[in-house]
C-alpha cells in the first residue's frame, strides 16, 4: 500500500517484481478532487450533471489494479496508508525534528530496530498482542461498503452501475 508517487512505486516494482502494489483510498480521493477543480468542473461536480470536456483521449497514469479497491473492500482489507502514516507521525515525534538531519535519523533508526527485535522476541515467546480496536463510526462505514460491494455482480446483471455508485459515494466522505 502507497501513496500515489510514481517514484515510490517503480521502486517498489522494481526492487520487488512479484509485489502486489496498491494505492491508497485517500489519496485517490484527493488527488480526483483536485483534478476535477483545476479543469473547472467544480460545478458540474457540484450539480451532478454530466460534463464532457474538449481535451484528447490520453491514458492514465496509474493502472486500474493499483488505485481500485474493490477486492480490499470486499475482504474488509485496509484500504489506506494509515498505518505507515501512524509510524512516520510517531517517529518524527521521537525524532523531535520534521527534517532530521542524517546522525539523528540513523540513531533513532537504529533505536527503532533495537525495539523491534526486541518486540519479535517477546511475540517468539508468546507474548499476546492487543490491536486497539477500531473506531465504530468506521467500522460500521466499512461494513456497509463491504456489503455494497459484495452486491456488485447484482447490480451489473440489472445494468443498475450507477445506482450501484451512488450507493457507494453515500458512503465514502473525502475530507
Known sequence: ?????????????????DVNVSCGFFHLGRSM??????EGLQEAYNEL?????????????????????????KEGAHRATNVSEGWHNRFRMVAAKHH?????????FQKEQADTESLVGEFEMGRAVKAA???????????????????????KEEDRVIPFLRALGHNIVIS
Open 33 to 38: 478532487y483536485r483534478k476535477i477543480h483545476s
Open 49 to 73: 450533471l454530466p460534463a464532457r470536456g474538449r481535451r484528447r483521449r490520453v491514458l492514465p497514469r496509474y493502472a486500474i489494479d493499483v488505485w481500485n479497491q474493490h477486492d480490499a473492500t
Open 1 to 17: 500500500m502507497a501513496d500515489f508517487e510514481k517514484a515510490i512505486i517503480n521502486a517498489s516494482l522494481q526492487t520487488f517484481p
Open 100 to 108: 532530521p538531519d542524517l546522525y539523528s535519523a540513523l540513531t533513532e
Open 133 to 155: 480496536a477500531p473506531k465504530s463510526k468506521w467500522v460500521a462505514t466499512q461494513k456497509r461498503l463491504q456489503t455494497i460491494t459484495l452486491t456488485y455482480l447484482t447490480y
